[in-house]
């Protein structure tokens, strides 16, 4: 198979890129490098990259800014790349004649928080109310695919939206939107520094591991039967507050510095994975008590 990844060198993307190159397909990678010849959001650039992938190409577009805090910042920036980005990529690969389109969403459609969540986990049917420009914008990215596969106007192609929760693993940067309080906490354990726990500490996260998103991801561009655009939660189906993730990583014994409550954080999130497992034939391996062990022995 001939897979097109936009954000191939990626935290999320280059685990994509080594799975699709394990299982023998080939892989044509397309990154923001500093040049128009490389930034989906120029629409000639894109175009001719899904020409060179023909014939039948999958194309997997995970390039996005992931940060819901620069969303915040930068509106005008993250609607340029998210969501212009998107609609060049998806136009592109229709033009260029893939076979089929794999978008990464993520949780953050939903929006929920405290006040309004059950505790229940989250299904894709469940009406989208994002908080923050990020959600939104990936909102938006939804709605053009299933457009795109399913508007009998366009020469259709076929598409998935697949909402990624907390994604976490090796080789993701302190400073990277994905890491969430994780790399932050094994830093300064390392260093014998306290514990920075962002208020109020009981703001629960569904953390699923990289190479389970990378299997998952995979999963939808290999799937046999057409997915019509619909969304898919990737996520490991249970979930643990902030406190208890600084528990497991770094024991009751590093003392806790409470942070400010970040502008448009979700407060709880917990994925419902059956539609993953009915569709893709996918669950995820690791937890994150085994994931937190991988990631400690790589820093080794």
Request: overall charge positive; aromatic content about 8%; hydrophobic content about 40%.
């Amino acid at each position: 198979m001939r897979l097109l990844i936009t954000g191939s060198s990626g935290f999320i993307g280059s685990y994509v890129a080594e799975e699709a190159r394990a299982r023998g397909h080939e892989v044509f990678p397309f990154d923001i490098k500093g040049s128009s010849r490389n930034d989906f959001r120029h629409f000639s650039a894109i175009k001719n990259a899904c020409k060179k992938a023909k014939p039948e190409a999958v194309v997997i577009h995970l390039g996005a800014l992931p940060s819901v805090q620069q969303s915040i910042k930068e509106p005008e920036v993250t609607y340029e790349t998210n969501v212009r980005g998107t609609w060049n990529v998806l136009e592109a690969a229709r033009l260029g004649g893939a076979r089929r389109f794999v978008f990464a969403s993520s949780a953050a459609v939903y929006g929920t928080t405290g006040e309004e969540y059950d505790g229940k986990p989250l299904s894709e049917d469940l009406p989208l109310q994002p908080k923050n420009p990020y959600g939104l914008a990936k909102k938006i990215g939804e709605q053009m695919v299933e457009m795109w596969s399913r508007d009998t106007l366009w020469k259709n192609i076929d598409g998935v939206s697949l909402r990624f929760f907390n994604v976490f693993g090796p080789r993701q940067r302190r400073d990277s939107a994905y890491a969430t309080a994780i790399e932050k906490f094994l830093y300064q354990v390392a260093k014998k520094e306290p514990l920075t726990v962002v208020s109020p500490g009981t703001q629960r996260r569904d953390m699923v591991f990289v190479r389970d998103v990378a299997r998952a991801v995979l999963a939808a561009a290999e799937a046999k039967k057409p997915l019509c655009g619909v969304a898919i939660n990737i996520g490991s189906g249970a979930n643990y507050s902030i406190q208890e993730i600084a528990d497991i990583i770094g024991g009751k014994k590093y003392p806790r510095v409470m942070l400010p409550p970040r502008q448009g954080d979700v407060l709880e999130v917990l994925a419902d994975i059956s539609r993953a497992k009915t569709l893709l034939n996918w669950s995820p391996e690791v937890s994150f008590e085994e994931g937190i062990k991988i990631i400690k022995k790589c820093k080794q």
